[in-house]
């Protein structure tokens, strides 16, 4: 139950930018509560090390409840938001219920873009949650168990071909440690098939791998790539994708081409969530191609001061004019700057300071002992990379049980290569195993 004449402070979203947006508020004289249509916080970095089995789904998740039970103030709701009244003050639940509040801070992200085609979906799964992830990794690996039985070659080269639409960090760390798995992990345990001959594709419309990093690094990443027997196919857009491969498209000569595959990843573009659009509607909010909502400089939507977009879903620039990216640290930065000016705001404080974000260093990984990092100006790449990827990442895992068993799991995994979370749960989605010859 919520207190009468406290400050209402309504937050939806548990990942980065909610979760930080709560913990900023926990000395706060105001009622809190966090909304999430899940009952837990997803480091949301480390989802593709789940789909290629490095790590299990709980290693990389904490219950909000767990994390927040020490804050008096704060009540954690399941349920999912799907409307809003603003001029009410009102936000309206799956059920119908209502939450009122004073403040209000929209964590919600962002979903999986697929370019107006949504029925590529079924053919080739995103990464944005934990299902997701396991359906990949079930994708992953039931391939090489069917290219362990099939006879025929070309349904074997089918099986062996993993196409990842998309050379951004979830692309390129999916494709890193996919060769890892081929070159390997699995490379002495079939009889048939030689794991190692597995081809793995990026597709991507830009001109090079992780196009916001430095061109220097770019150039690392997809050297690192390739000496995983990765292949890098830039200027191609995807045209079509069915459940026997992918189409694509030459971005300079239009030419046109398939390659054929059974395994396809989506890595590639981002639009709002549902509620987010239903807010932009509901407030004839100015968004971009992609929906994301344009704030004002202390992330407020325009003409709604009590409104704050944080995150992903926020079209917020820098001093530069340029928009910042959708990233982990910008979430949690945007989300703990939401809360501090709503509880400078209920001290009576006037003067609002702009939303500024520090830029702490880009970081990606693209297998044991190599990652690449832009840290203050500063390029590095290689194991100086890869250990600084490490302690970043496990500094910001929630949970310390988490963080010590990631770690664990990670030193296992760099003396050995030995995935652990290899398994096949569940009943086979898709296309069946061929028949074994009579």
């Given at each position: 139950m919520t207190n009468a004449g406290k400050h209402r402070i309504l937050i939806l979203g548990g990942g980065f930018g909610g979760l930080y947006a709560a913990k900023a508020l926990r000395h706060a004289d105001a009622d809190v509560t966090l909304l999430d249509r899940r009952n837990f916080h997803l480091f949301q970095p480390l989802l593709y090390q789940v789909a290629t089995g490095s790590l299990s789904p709980g290693e990389i998740a904490a219950p909000l409840r767990g994390v927040l039970e020490h804050q008096r103030n704060t009540r954690v709701l399941m349920g999912e938001a799907v409307d809003i009244d603003p001029a009410r003050k009102e936000v309206i639940i799956e059920d119908g219920d209502q939450l009122p509040y004073d403040s209000l801070i929209v964590a919600c992200g962002t979903q999986s873009a697929y370019f107006g085609h949504d029925e590529w979906r079924q053919w080739a799964p995103s990464l944005k949650s934990i299902e997701e992830a396991t359906d990949i990794r079930h994708k992953i690996l039931i391939a090489f168990e069917a290219a362990e039985r099939t006879t025929d070659p070309a349904e074997r080269t089918k099986w062996l071909t993993f196409v990842i639409v998309g050379a951004g960090a979830t692309g390129v760390e999916l494709a890193g440690a996919l060769g890892?798995?081929?070159?390997?992990?699995?490379?002495?345990?079939?009889?048939?098939?030689?794991?190692?001959?597995?081809?793995?594709?990026?597709?991507?419309?830009?001109?090079?791998?992780?196009?916001?990093?430095?061109?220097?690094?770019?150039?690392?990443?997809?050297?690192?790539?390739?000496?995983?027997?990765?292949?890098?196919?830039?200027?191609?857009?995807?045209?079509?994708?069915?459940?026997?491969g992918v189409e694509i498209k030459s971005a300079s000569t239009g030419a046109t081409s398939r390659i054929e595959s059974y395994t396809v990843i989506w890595a590639a573009g981002v639009s709002a969530s549902e509620f987010g659009k239903k807010l932009a509607q509901r407030t004839?909010?100015?968004?971009?191609?992609?929906?994301?909502?344009?704030?004002?400089?202390?992330?407020?939507?325009?003409?709604?001061?009590?409104?704050?977009?944080?995150?992903?879903?926020?079209?917020?620039?820098?001093?530069?004019?340029?928009?910042?990216?959708?990233?982990?640290?910008?979430?949690?930065?945007?989300?703990?700057?939401?809360?501090?000016?709503?509880?400078?705001?209920?001290?009576?404080?006037?003067?609002?300071?702009?939303?500024?974000?520090?830029?702490?260093?880009?970081?990606?990984?693209?297998?044991?002992?190599?990652?690449?990092?832009?840290?203050?100006?500063?390029?590095l790449d290689g194991v100086l990379a890869w250990l600084v990827w490490v302690f970043i990442h496990l500094l910001y895992i929630v949970e310390f049980q988490n963080r010590f068993l990631i770690f664990i799991q990670w030193g296992f995994l760099y003396l050995t290569y030995n995935r652990g979370a290899r398994l096949i749960t569940g009943n086979p989605a898709g296309r069946q195993l061929p028949h074994l010859p009579s």
């Open positions: 890892e798995i081929a070159n390997h992990t699995l490379r002495n345990e079939f009889r048939s098939i030689r794991p190692e001959e597995a081809r793995i594709i990026i597709v991507d419309g830009g001109q090079r791998v992780l196009p916001t990093y430095p061109p220097d690094l770019s150039t690392k990443a997809e050297n690192e790539l390739l000496k995983l027997c990765a292949q890098v196919r830039m200027g191609f857009m995807v045209t079509g994708v069915d459940a026997n004839d909010a100015e968004t971009d191609r992609s929906g994301r909502i344009k704030v004002q400089p202390n992330m407020t939507l325009p003409g709604y001061p009590d409104i704050f977009i944080v995150g992903d879903l926020a079209l917020a620039t820098q001093s530069d004019g340029k928009a910042l990216p959708g990233v982990a640290q910008v979430a949690m930065q945007s989300g703990a700057y939401a809360a501090k000016t709503i509880m400078n705001r209920m001290a009576g404080h006037k003067d609002e300071k702009p939303f500024k974000y520090f830029n702490k260093g880009d970081l990606a990984v693209i297998g044991r002992g190599a990652a690449i990092a832009n840290i203050f100006g500063f390029h």
